[in-house]
T-cell receptor, first 115, second 110 residues
Framework: DTEVTQTPKHLVMGMTNKKSLKCEQHMGHRAMYWYKQKAKKPPELMFVYSYEKLSINESVPSRFSPECPNSSLLNLHLHALQPEDSALYLC??????????????FGEGSRLTVL | GQNIDQPTEMTATEGAIVQINCTYQTSGFNGLFWYQQHAGEAPTFLSYNVLDGLEEKGRFSSFLSRSKGYSYLLLKELQMKDSASYLCAPREAAGNKLTFGGGTRVLVKP
C-alpha cells in the first residue's frame, strides 16, 4: 500500500464552524506533513510530525491545530477560519530524515472553501 | 531559511529537450528533490540528488552541484503529458523540512 488517503476531498465551512481534515497512511512512515497550497502557488509547509511528535510549526495561526493520534493518522483541526484560508490542504508522509531518500508521498488533498 | 529560485514558465515542442534550472540557499543541506505537479493534482516524486553529479531516470535526469547551490532537471523526448509544474525542493540538514520553490510551469506544444 503506497497511498496517502485524505478525507474529505472537498469541504465548505463558515467562519464560525469547527471541522477537521484527516490523513492516513499505512506505509510505516514515521514523518507526516501538512502543506497548504493556493492556486498557481507551490505547496507551503505548515507542520511536520516526526515519530508522532510535532517537530516543525511554520508559525501557523492557532486556528489551525494539528494532531497525530498514532503513527498512521494525522488530523488538522480547523476553527474560526478566514476566507483567505481557502486552499488545497495536502498531507504527505515519508521515512524520517536519515532513512532512505526521504521522499514525500502526497495525498490527493482536501480542497477547503471558507465562506 | 531558504531562498529557492527557478524560472516561472517554459515552453517547448513535443520531442524536444527542456532544462529547468534551480538555485537555492538553505540552512544546511540534506538533498534536493524534484516533483511534478499536474493542475489539480498532488505533487509526485521525480528525482533526488544528495551528492554532486547526474542522476538519470528514463527520460528525466537531475543534476546537482552543492558548492554552487545549483540543480537542474532535464526532460528529454518531451511528450504532451509532460505539461505540468516542476517543483525544486531542497531539504534542510536538520529535521524533515522540505521547502518548495515557486515551480516552473512547462507547456509542451505539438
Amino acid at each position: 500500500d503506497t497511498e496517502v488517503t485524505q478525507t474529505p476531498k472537498h469541504l465548505v465551512m463558515g467562519m464560525t464552524n469547527k471541522k477537521s481534515l484527516k490523513c492516513e497512511q499505512h506505509m510505516g512512515h514515521r514523518a507526516m506533513y501538512w502543506y497548504k497550497q493556493k492556486a498557481k502557488k507551490p505547496p507551503e509547509l505548515m507542520f511536520v510530525y516526526s515519530y508522532e511528535k510535532l517537530s516543525i510549526n511554520e508559525s501557523v495561526p492557532s486556528r489551525f491545530s494539528p494532531e497525530c493520534p498514532n503513527s498512521s493518522l494525522l488530523n488538522l483541526h480547523l476553527h474560526a477560519l478566514q476566507p483567505e484560508d481557502s486552499a488545497l490542504y495536502l498531507c504527505a508522509s515519508s521515512l524520517p530524515s536519515g532513512q532512505g531518500t526521504g521522499e514525500l508521498f502526497f495525498g490527493e488533498g482536501s480542497r477547503l472553501t471558507v465562506l | 531559511g531558504q531562498n529557492i529560485d527557478q524560472p516561472t514558465e517554459m515552453t517547448a515542442t513535443e520531442g524536444a529537450i527542456v532544462q529547468i534550472n534551480c538555485t537555492y540557499q538553505t540552512s544546511g543541506f540534506n538533498g534536493l528533490f524534484w516533483y511534478q505537479q499536474h493542475a489539480g493534482e498532488a505533487p509526485t516524486f521525480l528525482s533526488y540528488n544528495v551528492l554532486d553529479g547526474l542522476e538519470e531516470k528514463g527520460r528525466f535526469s537531475s543534476f546537482l552541484s552543492r558548492s554552487k547551490g545549483y540543480s537542474y532537471l532535464l526532460l528529454k523526448e518531451l511528450q504532451m503529458k509532460d505539461s505540468a509544474s516542476y517543483l525544486c525542493a531542497p531539504r534542510e540538514a536538520a529535521g524533515n523540512k522540505l521547502t518548495f520553490g515557486g515551480g516552473t510551469r512547462v507547456l509542451v506544444k505539438p
